[in-house]
């Protein structure tokens, strides 16, 4: 069910950037591409409706909690890719209200001293922080916390998992 669901926000950011149209998921001809609203974030909170979901069901609010945002090494720059997850869990945000809050938690891999590891994760959850209050998530219903190294998702030595350890993920507040 969620590689259906996954394939289906595919399809649909696809979509939404003019390389496929919904039309060329159907053995129909394809339309004409589509122009891009400036308010990425209010054309895909009245586009995507993951399926198979039922508005109002937790499935697809188990999108924010599975949703990571990875960095570079030593920095806090959101990347093009980064965005469009940034983008999707917005539209999500905006068609479940009820969902409270959402906590963003900033994370660096084990390099450094602790201190600038820490202003380096919350430099992190605050760029992320930023970008969804662009995209019209209110910001009372954020909530930055920052870790630097103390949380690390994995204790291997691979470039891999420090790449895996450089990350923002969330988790919601009732």
């Known amino acids: 069910m969620r590689s259906l669901t996954l394939a289906f926000v595919c399809a649909l950011l696809l979509s939404l950037y003019g390389c496929l149209s919904p039309m060329s998921l159907t053995a129909e001809a394809p339309e004409a591409p589509r122009i891009v609203t400036e308010n990425l ?3 895909l909170a009245k586009k995507v409706e993951p399926e198979p979901c039922i508005k109002g069901t937790p499935c697809d609010l ?3 909690q599975s949703t990571r945002i990875l960095f570079k090494r030593n920095s806090a720059k959101l990347s093009p890719a980064q965005k469009r997850k940034l983008d999707l869990l917005a539209a999500v945000l905006h068609q479940h209200p009820e969902a409270g809050g959402l906590i963003i938690h ?3 891999d084990q390099f450094g001293p602790q201190s600038y590891n820490m202003r380096l994760s919350e430099k992190r959850a605050k760029a992320v922080e930023k970008y969804l209050m662009k995209a019209g998530v209110k910001a009372a219903k954020l909530k930055v916390q920052s870790y630097g190294k103390s949380k690390l ?4 030595l691979s470039k891999s998992a420090h790449a ?8 919601l507040s009732s």
Not at 153 to 156: I, S
Not at 164 to 171: G, I, L, P, W
């Open 106 to 108: 900033g994370h660096t």
């Open 62 to 64: 188990e999108l924010i």
């Open 41 to 43: 974030a209010e054309d």
């Open 164 to 171: 895996s350890n450089r990350r923002v993920d969330f988790s």
């Open 153 to 156: 998702l994995d204790q291997g």
